[in-house]
Every structure is written in structure tokens, then in C-alpha cells.
């Protein structure tokens, strides 16, 4: 662990495609818990201090690190050292929680390689932390392999295991497109299970669903509000069409990759998919049997979802919510881990063996050195900014309609791509809040409550605009007990209210989801003890059988 924060902390947070939004958070979201906020959804420090409701939507849990051990550890680093500090945590537990899962078919010293390969891994250090900057799809990789676990030994032993669950809640909270892609990707290996080994089947089955769906309620919490929620923004921003499944398959007769990065996403997948094929060469019995299942199906499997044969499912299946397809490379990493794990073993057999072993982390070290080709420039500016103020902007996805489409018609106007609203809505905040701009500076009096002090506002004859983002959840009333009607400034999208000689206090209101999704996630916490706690008693006291052997 020491050598893994280590070096995260040297490269501090390299410039990935996300760097702007992982700053701006990682301080935004440690701000609102030193505020006194134990989930904060609303992110007060956003867009410069106008507030964004960014963490409605996106998952919290990359952020607690960084607010968390990362702060503990190093309290006086900057946000871009203690982001950075957050992966070191995370890569050295998503090795941990591989080598739980490699076990179940290594020998401890091949298990630790695969644990190794699985938290070094190409895509997951050199794209997703360094070049992507995605926040939740790292983290999911601490558990992805709980959730194996999980489903290896419901299949195996017919029993439920805690790893399920909490793999499932991680992921949950994570990143939920990484969860929606794993959900799919078991289901492919159960059915492979099922077929090679011809058990029995039915019990391991409803205890994957029961306790799958336990560990899906534990995130409830999260994930219910920021579904039922996500259509009072504007997530359309996000489907240009630039971002969208049918610009980013990397197989087909009508589609080639056009850049390096493309590439390298797909060596990273061919590379899992040939070193899965040569460890399954090179193993027999239950070892070759397991490969199949575990890596070499599912890497045949991202391979086809990266082609443009699977168009019918990324165009008309809930998966195309998760945007890219390549995104399955997670599965790939898993597939590659596991196949050099196993490879590792072969320097014990013979010469036929050692020589496909050789091949297979050839294949590995040739994913290294192509993902490699990408982060020269991304590490020289990360270290080059570890100590540059932080531009607070949010995600545009996550403004409200009112604020979001004005900016959107600027944007295009201008020729210019989506993602440069964010700089449009950092000018309009900084107009906004200019002393001149006869907006009314709100004062938080509590998390998601604000008092509005009318006295001397200057606009007795006109509707009162406020510095606040016009959401349609929020509620307002005179602090004489008034109810009042808010409704968007038609030019910037901000709250306005009719002229009241009172003070106005403006909410935002717990929204039901949250209430339901906090009552699922207790309700799949008790589940959970309960269930475990049954299976524990269930379990037969060996040591006592010993005592009195038959006979």
C-alpha cells in the first residue's frame, strides 16, 4: 500500500479527459462534509459559488476517499495530490480484493501475479486513471471481483457469501454503468456455468437473485434519486454525437479505429482475449474448465459488444445508457488477470508450457507499452498543476433545464463543442455574482436552505431574481409563513420570485426517492445480516464432527 500512495502522490492527478470535473468535485464535496452534510448532493463551492447538484447524480464514493484516508493522510496537500492519493487507495485495493477472488482457483504466489495484473493493468492505470480520469470506473475495481466471488460461490457451493452484496453496493456507488455492464456479464457467465458443469443449478440461482438484489438496495440510497431525478436536468448533453455507442465500436467491416486512442482500447481487448486463449491451452481439469467460464467467455464476449454486430443491443437495450462500449474492457482486465495468473504457473511444467507463458506476457507488456503511447503529456501536466488553483465548474450534464439550454444555444451559435458550456456557465456566475448585476446573493443558512434578505434588494416593482440556479424541487416562503412561487429568470435560468417586503427562505426539500431510497438500503442492510447470519448458523461445525468420526 505504501508504494502504491506513493506514487500516486508523486504524479499527483494526471490530465485526464475529467481532470476539471475530479478538482472541482474532490473540493466542492470535502467542502459540504466539513459543512456537516453526511451524503452532500448539492455542492455549495460549484460554478464558483453559485452551487451545482452534481452529486444527485454522480457517485459519491471515489469522493469519500479523497475527503476520507486521503485527507487523514495528508491534510495540508492540495486537491490535485489528494485526488491523487484517493487512487493510490483504491489501486491497492482493488488488488486486495482480486487476489480474495484469485484464490478460488490459484495457488497464493499465481493469485498475487493475477492481483497485480489486475490493479496495474493497462486499461485500468493507463486509461481510466490517467487518460480518462474516470473516477467511478476506477474505483469499481475494487469491486468488480467481490461480486465474482459472490457468484462463484453461490454456483459452486450453493450458498451466499457477504461478497455479493457488498460488491454490488460498491459498485453501486461507485460508477452504475460499470454495475449494469457486470450485471449483464455474470449473467453471460452463469449460463457458461451451467452449461459446462450440468449441476444442480435452481438453488444457486434464486440466491444469486435474492442476494443480488440486496446488494443492489444497500446503494438505493444513491442510485434511486439519481434515476428518477436525472429528467429534471440535462442529461441530453451527454448524447452528442460524439458520445453516443454507435461512434465507438472498435470491430466491423464498416468501422476501423481512427486514433491511437482507439487502438489501444483494442489491444487492450485482443490481448485478453488471446492470453485467456493460451492459458486454457496450457491448463486441464477444473483450472482449464474455469478459464473458460471466467476469462476466455467473457472476453470473447466484450469483443463482440465492441463490434458492430451487437448494434441491435446498443441501440434498443438499456446498456446504451452506459454510452461506450468499450467500457467492457473492465470485463477484459478481469479475463487478463485471472489468464496471467494462471500462465504464471506454467514456468513449472514443461518447456511447450513455458514458451506459451512467455507469449501470453509478451502480449501483456505489448498492452503496456501501446496505453503507454497516451500518458507522457497527460503525467508532465498533472505534475505541472499539482499546485494550480481549481476552476469550480460542474458537469453541464447536471444543470437544470432553464440555466442549461440558454448556455447551449450560445454554444452552438458559436460553433463551438458542448463541452465548452462549462465556460460560458463559469462567465455567467462570475456576472451573476458581480455587485452590479442586481441579483440577490443568497445566504445558506443551513444544507440546502437559504435565507434571502429582500431589505434594500432595489427592485420593488419587479420580480426579484436571486443567485441561485431555478430547479423545479425547490420551495419557497416569506419568513411570515407565505408560500411563494418561484419560476426561472427567462435570460439566465435563475430563481425569481414576486416582490414580498419579508425575507425569503428558498429549500430544496428531500424528494421522495431519497426517502424510499434510504428505507430500501435499510431494508437491504437488515436482509443482508439476516441472510448471512442464517447461512453462518447453517454451516456445519467440522472441528466438532472430527470429535466423533463414524464408526
Keep these: 500500500m505504501a508504494v502504491s500512495l506513493l506514487v500516486f502522490a508523486v504524479i499527483g492527478t494526471p490530465v485526464g479527459h475529467s481532470y476539471g470535473f475530479n478538482m472541482s468535485w474532490t473540493v466542492a464535496f470535502a467542502d459540504a462534509l466539513s459543512g456537516g452534510t453526511l451524503y452532500p448532493r448539492f455542492l455549495p463551492a460549484l460554478w464558483d459559488g453559485v452551487g451545482g447538484l452534481d452529486f444527485f447524480f454522480y457517485a459519491p464514493l471515489p469522493f469519500y476517499v479523497a475527503a476520507g484516508p486521503a485527507q487523514w493522510l495528508c491534510p495540508d496537500c492540495s486537491p490535485q495530490v489528494l485526488f491523487g492519493l484517493s487512487g493510490g487507495f483504491l489501486c491497492w485495493l482493488s488488488g486486495v480484493t482480486f487476489w480474495i477472488f484469485g484464490r478460488q482457483f490459484l495457488p497464493p504466489k499465481p493469485a498475487l501475479v493475477a492481483a497485480f495484473v489486475w490493479a496495474l493493468a493497462p486499461y485500468h492505470v493507463g486509461i481510466d486513471w490517467m487518460v480518462r480520469q474516470a473516477a467511478g470506473e476506477f474505483a469499481a475495481y475494487v469491486f468488480v471481483p467481490l461480486v465474482a466471488h459472490g457468484v462463484l460461490v453461490a454456483l459452486r457451493d450453493h450458498r451466499p457469501v457477504w461478497s455479493l452484496p457488498v460488491g454490488l453496493a460498491g459498485l453501486g456507488l461507485s460508477h452504475l454503468p460499470t454495475l449494469l455492464l457486470v450485471v449483464h456479464v455474470m449473467a453471460v457467465i452463469v449460463a457458461a456455468w451451467v452449461l459446462i458443469h450440468r449441476t444442480r443449478f435452481v438453488r444457486s ?69 488471446a492470453v485467456a486463449g493460451l492459458a486454457v491451452v496450457i491448463t486441464q481439469g477444473d483450472t482449464r474448465r474455469n478459464l473458460i467460464i ?21 441501440e434498443n437495450w438499456i446498456i446504451a445508457k452506459v454510452q461506450f462500449p468499450y467500457r467492457l474492457t473492465v470485463i477484459s482486465d478481469l479475463a487478463l488477470a485471472l489468464s496471467i495468473g494462471a500462465l504464471s504457473t506454467a514456468f513449472a511444467l514443461d ?6 507463458a512467455w507469449v501470453g506476457i509478451g502480449g501483456l507488456v505489448i498492452s503496456f507499452l501501446v496505453v503507454g503511447m497516451l500518458l507522457p503529456d497527460r503525467i508532465t501536466k498533472g505534475i505541472a498543476a499539482r499546485e494550480q488553483p481549481v476552476a469550480m465548474i460542474g458537469a453541464p450534464e447536471y444543470l437544470p433545464p432553464p440555466v442549461f439550454d ?13 463541452w465548452r458550456l462549462s465556460r460560458h456557465m463559469l462567465e455567467l ?7 452590479e448585476s442586481g441579483f440577490i446573493q443568497p445566504v445558506q443558512e443551513v444544507p440546502r436552505q437559504w435565507i434571502i434578505r429582500v431589505e434594500g434588494s432595489g427592485q420593488p416593482e419587479t420580480r426579484l431574481r436571486v443567485a441561485l440556479m431555478y430547479w423545479s424541487h425547490l420551495e419557497a416562503e416569506a419568513t411570515d409563513g407565505t408560500p411563494l412561487i418561484l419560476s426561472p429568470d427567462p435570460e439566465t435560468g435563475f430563481v425569481t420570485f414576486a416582490p414580498t417586503d419579508a425575507d425569503v427562505r428558498i429549500t430544496l426539500p ?6 424510499v431510497g434510504a428505507l430500501l438500503a435499510g431494508f437491504g442492510l437488515i436482509l443482508a445480516v439476516f441472510i448471512l447470519y442464517r447461512a453462518r448458523r447453517a454451516e456445519p461445525d467440522l472441528t466438532r464432527l472430527a470429535e466423533y468420526p463414524e464408526g
Excluded at 440558454?406 to 458542448?418: H, S, T
Excluded at 456566475?429 to 455587485?435: F, K, L, M, N, V
Design 351 to 356: 518447456r511447450r508450457s513455458r514458451r506459451i
Design 294 to 314: 471466467w476469462a476466455l467467455v467473457p472476453a470473447i464476449f466484450v469483443l463482440l459488444l465492441n463490434s458492430s454486430v451487437s448494434r441491435v443491443l446498443w
Design 205 to 273: 440461482l434464486v440466491l444469486l437473485a435474492v442476494m443480488g438484489l440486496v446488494g443492489v438496495a444497500l446503494s438505493a440510497f444513491y442510485w434511486l434519486p439519481a434515476i428518477i431525478l436525472l429528467g429534471d436536468v440535462s442529461p441530453e448533453g451527454l448524447y452528442t454525437k460524439e458520445l453516443i455507442p454507435e461512434s465507438w465500436y472498435l470491430i466491423g467491416a464498416d468501422v476501423l479505429p481512427d486514433n491511437m486512442y482507439k487502438v489501444a482500447l483494442l489491444i487492450c481487448q485482443l490481448t485478453a482475449a
Design 510 to 515: 428531500r424528494h421522495w426517492s431519497e426517502w
Design 429 to 435: 456566475a462570475a456576472e451573476i455574482e458581480a455587485p
Design 406 to 418: 440558454p448556455l447551449a444555444e450560445d454554444v452552438k451559435a458559436e460553433g463551438q463543442p458542448i
